[in-house]
């Protein structure tokens, strides 16, 4: 629990970005400081369908809160399309690798 | 340990991660026109990613009745107060809410004029006024006449006025609806609501058949609709598409009469889905164009006509992405996030966009659409290779399983709006 709160912040979203997307530009210690509370690119659409808030009786998994690799594991195999999936491979084939790192990172940084 | 950790949550909930400029600056004011599923969530999250910024939402209903699983009313699956929401959540989130219309908009003196006489200032204003019938477009529809023939393109009042005639109608009764030319709210609705109708049929009056006028020659998701048409409802549903006669000229509302260049065809139950135009304040303030649409640019969705204006919903022309309830909450939260950046004096990162729709063709049967989209040479662009429709051939529950994505994805967005 500690932990998670202690990775709201931005500083640790964007921190775990880095080390997940090995140094990718966009999550530079010069971003963390000067960004407030911003998604990274994409990310926001999520909560159109996996609701930020516990939801009861959805048939939509939530993602807020799961580990980082996870999501990347997730989203990795709905693109490849190694999972079969309804809406989630056609959406994942938008994102790049640095992208899917950059917003599993945030989920995983935010309230379960 | 316990003051770093209360100073980090503190961080997080204020947005204080950058004091050096938040608290040198006075507080941004940003007005918010129309409280639909993109003006509500803009409004929302502006306050939770900066609560220093004064957000006033105006909206002048009190409860919100919304247009995604309002086809699900028709055919009597859902009352309309499932689709009922109020904004108690919104304004516990910080927004003020001014329950009245805006009148007008100065874009140069940063004012709105609000039918209680008041006036706002703003320093960002957001404009999410959906859509108005365009009441001079189809020759014999005007307000009268949809209340013989209803369009129900806006949920509440229209909505159970079909519902009720279609419950009223003769078994053997034909009904026609007619579908516009693009642009308009919700591609694929047309198309749903004569597919929860033909189930309706099917069960109550078999002997009916259902007609859709239309003038386009293709639609969104046609192969999986025509298919499941042809599954579902054989001999039920006819689809005339503008090729064939289909663009409607004018209507009769006296006979429920539909009028096309190639015939007449006279309706037990006539449902007119009529062409639309941006709310009616978008061409006040200035922002819609002569197509009646809103041009913006696709980082922070600012007005191309009207600098200090957001244009985010139906109202705008977004590109590749389509008028539809989830285009208009992803498009909210981006534009929030980027009113925040400006507003602190920094460039808003060009974003990425997600569009999901779902459309139910029988209550057990939803097939979907989903695009990504960022900007690309001065507007939103779908990214190449991504999105797409629902398999043409399935196995298994697949098409039951996108029926709940469907429930689901209601029940989720509604929450996230207005829960």
Same mark, same amino acid.
């Given at each position: ?112 | ?15 204080? &991660? ?62 309309? #107060? ?19 219309? &805006? ?29 108005? $019938? ?68 099917? %069960? ?38 503008? #090729? ?10 006296? @006979?429920?009469?539909?009028? @096309? ?19 009616? %304040? ?29 244009? $985010?919903?139906?109202?705008? %022309? ?20 980027? $009113? ?15 569009? @999901? ?32 429709? #629902? ?14 994505? &469907? ?13």
């Amino acid at each position: 629990m500690t932990s998670r709160l202690l990775l709201r912040g931005p500083a640790g979203a964007l921190a775990l970005a880095g080390a997940l997307a090995a140094g990718a530009g966009a999550a530079g210690p010069a971003a963390a400081a000067d960004a407030p509370l911003l998604a990274p690119p994409g990310a926001s659409s999520c909560t159109g369908c996996h609701a930020s808030r516990p939801l009861p009786d959805s048939s939509i998994p939530r993602i807020a809160g799961r580990k980082a690799g996870e999501i990347v594991d997730f989203m990795n195999n709905y693109r490849s399309g190694a999972w079969p999936s309804s809406v989630m491979g056609r959406i994942a084939k938008g994102f790049d690798e640095q992208q899917i790192a950059a917003i599993a990172a945030w989920f995983a940084a935010q309230p379960q | 340990m316990a003051t770093r950790r209360t100073f980090l949550r503190i961080s997080a909930a204020a947005g204080l &991660a950058a004091p050096s400029i938040v608290s040198a600056q006075a507080p941004g004011r940003v007005v918010v026109l129309g409280g639909g599923f993109a003006g509500a969530t803009a409004a929302r999250t502006l306050k939770a990613l900066q609560p220093s910024l004064d957000v006033t939402l105006v909206e002048p209903n009190p409860i919100y009745t919304s247009c995604p699983f309002s086809n699900n009313v028709l055919a009597a699956l859902r009352e309309l #107060s499932q689709q009922q929401f109020g904004y108690d959540a919104v304004r516990k989130s910080g927004v003020t809410l001014a329950r009245t219309a &805006a009148t007008a908009v100065d874009a140069e003196a940063r004012t709105v004029t609000l039918a209680d006489g008041n006036r706002l200032s703003f320093d960002r204003l957001v404009m999410a006024p959906g859509i108005d $019938i365009n009441w001079t477009a189809l020759p014999g529809y005007d307000e009268a006449a949809a209340q013989k023939m209803p369009h129900a393109w806006k949920a509440g009042p229209q909505t159970t006025l079909l519902r009720d005639q279609l419950q009223a109608m003769e078994d053997g009764g034909l009904v026609v609806m007619s579908a516009p030319a693009n642009p308009f709210r919700c591609p694929p609705g047309p198309y749903e609501r004569a597919s929860l109708v033909a189930y309706w049929l099917k %069960i109550w009056k078999p002997k009916s058949k259902l007609l859709i006028l239309d003038s386009k020659d293709a639609f969104s998701k046609q192969r999986l609709f025509q298919n499941a048409w042809a599954q579902l409802y054989p001999g039920l549903v006819e689809w005339v598409p503008l #090729s064939q006669g289909g663009k409607v000229t004018s209507v009769d509302p006296a @006979t429920l009469t539909f009028v @096309t260049d190639f015939g007449r065809h006279k309706a037990a139950v006539g449902n007119v889905i009529p062409p639309q135009k941006a709310g009616a %304040i978008a061409q006040q303030a200035g922002v819609a164009d002569r197509s009646g649409w809103c041009p913006v640019e696709p980082v922070s969705f600012e007005s191309t006509l009207r600098p200090g204006i957001h244009v $985010i919903g139906d109202a705008a %022309i977004m590109g590749g992405m389509p008028k539809s309830a989830f285009a208009a909450n992803a498009q909210a939260k981006v534009c929030a996030a980027a $009113i925040v950046e400006r507003l602190a004096g920094r460039t808003p990162p060009d974003p990425i966009l997600i569009n @999901t729709c779902y459309s139910l063709v029988a209550p057990d049967y939803g097939i979907s659409i989903a695009g990504v989209y960022r900007p690309d040479k001065g507007v939103l662009a779908d990214v190449p290779g991504a999105g797409g429709v #629902s398999p043409l051939d399935v196995v298994g529950g697949f098409r039951g399983q996108e029926a709940q994505n &469907a429930a689901s994805w209601f029940r989720t967005i509604t929450a996230e709006v207005f829960g």
